[in-house]
């Protein structure tokens, strides 16, 4: 089962072209994107947006895997 959706693809796909152009520009600031992979994040986060399927970020998963490991450790002290 793939992990990102036909709509993700083509939303990467088209913010690629845009930074080739020249054309794509980052959020507030508005600066010239030249780096292939602030094109890729641009293209997943307009993907998420639109509520393509697109994994969670990984910053996301690291906390939610924080918030259980802490969770775990509450109960063991609490059966103490």
Known sequence: MP???KTAANKVKKAMHERKKGALKSGRS???VTSRKQAI?????EARKQGAKV??????KKSVR????RKSTRKR???K
């Open 3 to 5: 992990a990102y959706g």
């Open 30 to 32: 508005g600066k010239k």
């Open 41 to 45: 994040a641009i293209g997943l986060s």
């Open 55 to 60: 994994p969670e970020k990984a910053a996301a």
């Open 66 to 69: 924080k918030s259980a490991a």
């Open 77 to 79: 002290a609490a059966r």
